[in-house]
Nanobody, 120 residues
């Protein structure tokens, strides 16, 4: 009933930029928190950035000042603008959304992931 689909990953040189998008679709009543996580090979999945439905944002220390999360509630979409990318940012990036499908309780949905590779 609900799908969460990411786009925008790819290969970029160090210092470059990428913009990730994540759109939720289906029988959505409302969306609470939305966020981006990433998982590098051999490492645990970690929170990169999150944005609440009221607009409050949170960032991992490693990306503060370089990444910006935003959301368009009319489009059920969250974005991650990534600037000054570093090789350490290489990972699969996953979108996460807490979605209410009336009349059920909020449920966490994950996207399929998009690969971001930072390399010269």
């Amino acid at each position: 009933q609900v799908q969460v689909v990411e786009s925008g990953g790819g290969l970029v040189q160090p210092g470059g930029s990428l913009r990730l998008s994540c759109a939720a679709s289906g029988r959505i009543f409302s969306i609470d928190d939305m966020g981006w996580y990433r998982q590098a090979p051999g490492k645990q999945r970690e929170l990169v950035a999150g944005v609440a439905d009221g607009g409050r944002t949170t960032y991992a220390d490693s990306v503060k000042g370089r990444f910006t999360i935003s959301r368009d509630n009319a489009k059920n979409t969250v974005y991650l603008q990534m600037n000054s990318l570093e090789p350490e940012d290489t990972a699969v990036y996953y979108c996460n959304a807490v979605i209410r499908v009336f009349p059920l309780s909020p449920t966490t949905y994950w996207g399929q992931g998009t690969q971001v590779t930072v390399s010269s």
